[in-house]
């Protein structure tokens, strides 16, 4: 079953505006990293918050991580055009002898100048 | 760049073809990855290869065959395709293969359509 659950799926704020997205995710991970895409492009990483942390920063982006409530989500402060893209968070979870990456369908975020 | 290079960028193919995928990363990683990514759904995990050996297969069609030559080099080889395989074909790296411990490194992607 899905894992990362992206919310809202589509997302339109003005330039300058925060974005903030959300991810929930239904059994425990080990850790939850969040991924851009640009139109047509590959996916590139972001950030990775472990279990373990709650809150992690990076530049404009800050990352949340509430593992009581299965959900993390994705803050980008003063946006900016070249912002515009979709966003993916992708959990970290242990079963059948391995860990996996499982990946959410992603958001998109359109920022306008 | 991320280091990771796939081509072709664009392939179209017939149903009865034989195409392959290309993937090549300059990163010394020890583990590359093909993903599927089809609209409105999750990016799908196809296989894992970690140094050298195949270690997952996601139930995958054996209409998809890979090949991994060495850890640099990494194939997706296509033969008798369905119209529903047309999707976004990613390649990713990670430096050991731990699975959702490490940060995946992405290609651009081989935009495929099946006719």
């Known amino acids: 079953s899905q894992q990362g659950e992206e919310d809202p799926q589509a997302l339109s704020i003005q330039e300058g505006e925060n974005a903030t997205m959300n991810c929930s995710y239904k059994?425990?991970?080990?850790?939850l990293q969040w991924y851009r895409q640009n139109s047509g492009r590959g996916l590139v990483h972001l950030i990775l918050?472990?279990?373990?942390?709650r809150e992690k920063h990076s530049g404009r982006l800050r990352v949340t991580l509430d593992t009581s409530k299965k959900s993390s989500s994705l803050l980008i402060t003063a946006s900016r055009a070249a912002d515009t893209a979709s966003y993916f968070c992708?959990?970290?979870?242990?079963?059948?002898?391995?860990?996996?990456?499982?990946f959410g369908k992603g958001m998109k975020l359109t920022v306008n100048p | 760049e991320t280091g990771v290079t796939q081509t072709p960028r664009h392939l179209v193919m017939g149903m009865t073809n034989k195409k392959s995928l290309k993937c090549e990363q300059h990163?010394?990683?020890?583990?590359m990855y093909w993903y599927k990514q089809s609209a409105k759904k999750p990016l799908e995990l196809m296989f894992v290869?970690?140094?050298?050996?195949?270690?997952e297969n996601n139930s995958v069609p054996s209409r998809f065959s890979p090949e991994c030559p060495n850890s640099s080099h990494l194939f997706l080889h296509l033969h008798t395709l369905q119209p529903e395989d047309s999707a976004l074909y990613l390649c990713?790296?990670?430096?050991?293969?731990?699975?959702?411990?490490?940060?995946?490194?992405f290609g651009s992607g081989t935009q495929l359509s099946v006719l």
């Open positions: 990713a790296s990670s430096q050991d293969g731990q699975g959702g411990n490490e940060k995946l490194f």
């Open positions: 059994t425990s991970i080990n850790n």
């Open positions: 918050i472990r279990s373990n942390e």
């Open positions: 992708a959990a970290a979870l242990y079963g059948g002898g391995s860990e996996k990456l499982v």
């Open positions: 990163l010394g990683h020890n583990a």
């Open positions: 290869y970690s140094l050298e050996e195949r270690v």
